[in-house]
């Protein structure tokens, strides 16, 4: 038996386990019993009973091979791993490489690997490139590449014809939860948003386009990705299938954004354009002295900003939703309120001590 592990007939191998997917999917199969999990990241993390972590640069094949190539165990990969880039056609290569590399190292060494889990996002449906169909629906037609979320799930249905292991992809919209040195953690961008607006003794003003604010949105809250996540690679009918899995309501950032602003105690003001990125980018000292003053854990101001991908989401002067009726019909059938999943989230990040 593995060190740190239980009796179980589950495997997890977690790949991105420090992000706000994998983060949160491991701490969901870590209340399930029968799972042990091993989580992979290039930081690695602190083991403890049923979780151990390795480092791994999954985009060096070799290295990929000789840390995951002895992991019998397996039974069921999560793949939640992400390599940013510049440009839409530069993601393609890295990440398709290393899904890739994980599955060629795995695949060979695990006899039960019964389940890969890919994980995506609305790109699969042009949502990144503008104004797209909507409700986006699981059939829609593919769209002109470059696109990694394409890809990656073509290389797995290539792959899997006449293997004992089956596929699922998830398509989850905004994931929102806990998770430091992020790069898409929206949650994150609008707690520190908030937090310095307040310690300047501003109102929360929304920075995104004008159309922006009256779109038509929906979020996915990470632990109720993670509860569908597992159930899709569990239950025998969702083998081999793709599903939206969304918090189940929509909003207009207009009717969200003052109740955001009363969590934070603050006013809100005429929304204004402007680049996070840009005029967030001088608060680091500010930020810096907002940890000692609060007392607050000492996280660099990186490790809490997001900026650019705060300016992307709210860019979006366009409907921006899915249709998630499949999940439903297959037997999924949690949802959550996306107000009370912001202020869950904030108040947790009060709770560790990330915001004041």
């Known amino acids: 038996m593995k060190p740190n592990s239980v009796p179980s007939n589950k495997t997890a191998l977690v790949i991105g386990a420090n992000g706000v997917i994998g983060g949160n999917l491991i701490d969901y199969l870590l209340t399930l019993p029968e799972w042990n999990i091993i989580g992979v990241s290039r ?124 596929w699922s992809a998830l398509r989850p919209s905004v994931v929102c939860g806990f998770a430091l040195g992020n ?71 207009n009717e969200l954004w003052p109740r955001i602003a009363a969590f934070f105690e603050l006013e809100t003001a005429p929304p204004l354009p402007m680049s996070l990125e840009s005029v967030m980018a001088d608060k680091e000292t500010l930020w810096d002295t907002m940890v000692e003053k609060y007392g607050l854990m000492n996280n660099s101001y990186k490790d809490v900003s997001s900026w650019p991908f705060g300016d992307f989401v709210f860019s979006w002067d366009y409907d921006f939703f899915a249709d998630g009726s499949k999940a439903r019909r297959f037997g999924f059938h949690d949802f959550i309120d996306t107000e009370k999943m912001f202020m869950d989230i904030f108040e947790d990040f009060r709770k560790r001590k990330v915001i004041p």
């Open 183 to 253: 790069p898409m953690n929206l949650a994150m961008v609008i707690a520190v948003y908030a937090s310095i607006s307040k310690e300047l003794g501003l109102p929360l003003r929304f920075p995104g386009k004008p159309g922006a604010y009256h779109s038509l949105l929906e979020m996915t809250d990470s632990g109720l990705l993670a509860r569908a996540t597992v159930w899709a690679a569990t239950d025998p009918g969702c083998a081999n299938q793709a599903f939206n899995i969304t918090n189940g309501d929509l909003f207009r950032w």
């Open 43 to 166: 930081r690695g993390g602190p083991d403890s009973p049923r979780l151990r972590y390795i480092s791994a640069d999954l985009l060096d094949e070799e290295d990929t091979r000789e840390k995951l190539g002895s992991l019998d165990e397996i039974t069921h990969i999560f793949y939640a791993a992400y390599q940013d880039r510049p440009t839409w056609a530069e993601l393609v290569a890295p990440n398709l490489a290393m899904l890739v590399n994980v599955v060629n190292a795995v695949e060979p060494a695990a006899p039960n690997l019964q389940h890969i889990s890919l994980m995506q996002g609305y790109k699969v449906y042009g949502a990144h490139l503008g104004p797209f169909k909507t409700p986006a629906r699981e059939t829609d037609a593919y769209h002109m590449p470059p696109e990694f979320n394409i890809d990656q799930q073509q290389f797995l249905e290539r792959r899997q014809p006449g293997k004992r292991w089956t």
